[in-house]
């Protein structure tokens, strides 16, 4: 039997196919332009209290006033910041949950190459917060008045010194192997299980040395208990003015710094992405956020989102290098 296809089907067929081709970029389109119609969630790896957790509520405070709608900051603290990442990473990709990244995320690219998620692949980046500069403090009975006394005792007596920090594989660990990596000295790494029992126990003499986040060493210097020989930022921070920078203190080109950043899951759409950074932008250069965020020890850095993706992956690499260097087992 033959069967006959009218006039005027094929053409409707065509009509109705572009039609529905056309239906889902403008879909697209309308949703980037009625962003955002409803609360957006930043989602924070980590407890409530911690430096993170405050910076992300500070910014959400401010971008809340930017964006008209509400901000909330949700915690989904566990395994190292994995847990938050996967669940952002298969969030809607609608501008909605964002993600709270920091440096252990990048360091963990390397050191736990195993995880649902790939940082390079499954997020786009909206734009960096925060760095948290790193302070260099030993045991003022220690005679070193200055980075190159140290460096210069450290290589007469190779791995004679310890220094502590939070854990294996942490921000403060491989800022104190990046700082042996590049002035060629060897050091004994004694790890804790956060940086509060590593700091108390560098108060009670049981180690000499911590690469400290500025939030814990600040006190303690103030008070003379800690001495401190170098900052690790690029450039001095105005919470320690006369506290030279430990590239400019004899080891040029050294930064190590903790630091916070947005994410958004991978094909959010670009209007999107844009959107919030530039609202980010406006909150980071607020006098007020700016003020806030110092009194935590962080240090605002507002950009665009290409260079804050350029960033991660200068510092995957850094750490990629070091975590190779000192043969540091990877995690399962």
């Known amino acids: 039997m033959r069967h006959f296809i009218k006039p005027g089907f094929l053409g409707a067929c065509r009509a109705i196919l572009v039609a529905l081709c056309v239906a889902v970029p403008l879909g697209t389109a309308q949703a980037a332009t009625d962003y955002p119609a409803k609360a957006v969630k930043i989602i924070v790896a980590y407890p409530p209290g911690g430096q993170n957790d405050v910076a992300a509520r500070i910014v959400g405070k401010s971008l809340a006033t930017h964006l008209n709608q509400p901000v909330v900051v949700e915690n989904k603290a566990g395994a190292g910041g994995i847990i938050a990442a996967q669940f952002v990473a298969s969030s809607a990709a609608d501008g909605y949950t964002l993600f709270l990244v920091a440096i252990n995320h990048a360091i963990l690219s390397t050191l736990k190459p195993n995880t649902q998620y790939k940082l390079e692949k499954d997020f786009v980046p909206v734009g960096m917060v925060a760095a948290f500069p790193i302070i260099l403090v030993i045991d003022p009975s220690l005679p070193f008045k200055s980075v190159r006394d140290l460096v210069a005792h450290a290589k007469a007596n190779p791995n004679k010194l310890t220094f502590g920090s939070s854990g294996q594989g942490g921000g403060t660990h491989l800022a104190a192997e990046l700082f042996c990596s590049m002035t060629g000295i060897k050091m004994r790494h004694v790890p804790y299980k956060g940086s509060a029992p590593a700091m108390i126990d560098l108060l009670g003499g049981h180690i000499q040395m911590m690469f400290a986040d500025s939030t814990s060493a ?25 506290l030279p920078t430990i590239a400019e203190a004899g080891v040029p080109g050294y930064e190590s710094n ?48 290409e260079q804050f993706g350029d960033f991660i992956q200068a510092e995957i690499a850094k750490w990629a290098r070091i975590i190779k260097e000192i043969n540091l087992p990877l995690m399962e």
């Open 258 to 305: 903790s630091w916070v950043g947005i994410l958004a899951p991978a094909g959010t759409p670009a209007a999107i992405v844009t959107r919030v950074n530039a609202d980010l932008v406006k909150s980071l250069n607020d006098p007020a956020v700016k003020s806030q965020l110092l009194a935590i020890g962080g240090e605002p850095r507002p950009g665009k989102p």
């Open 218 to 242: 600040l006190q303690h210097m103030k008070s003379g208990k800690l001495r401190a020989l170098g900052i690790s930022s690029q450039q001095r921070s105005p919470l320690v003015p006369d």
